[in-house]
């Protein structure tokens, strides 16, 4: 199997607006699948350009920003 080469330290220095699922589902580590399926359910917020579908960098980087963030202290 493939190991990712991009994860969520790529995303957050990356300039561009948005990202692609399968750019959202590597830095996850999981199938592109479960993001379009997320993407349905309305869990990642989504943006449709024509026929494409993208995920706005910043929105989806602020989903996981508590889990980054959380060291497991109380």
């Known amino acids: 199997m493939r190991q990712s080469t991009l994860d969520?330290?790529?995303l957050r220095g990356r300039r561009s607006?948005?990202?692609t699922r399968k750019e959202?589902?590597?830095?996850?580590?999981v199938d592109p699948r479960t993001?379009?399926?997320s993407i349905n359910e309305?869990?990642?917020?989504?943006?449709?350009l024509g026929r494409r579908?993208?995920?706005?960098r910043e929105?989806?980087?602020?989903?996981?920003a508590d889990a980054v963030t959380d060291t497991g202290e109380s």
């Open 53 to 56: 579908i993208v995920i706005p």
């Open 42 to 48: 309305g869990t990642i917020p989504h943006v449709k």
């Open 35 to 37: 993001i379009t399926t």
């Open 8 to 10: 969520m330290d790529d």
């Open 24 to 29: 959202a589902a590597e830095a996850l580590g």
């Open 59 to 64: 929105k989806f980087l602020a989903l996981f």
């Open 17 to 19: 607006l948005v990202i």
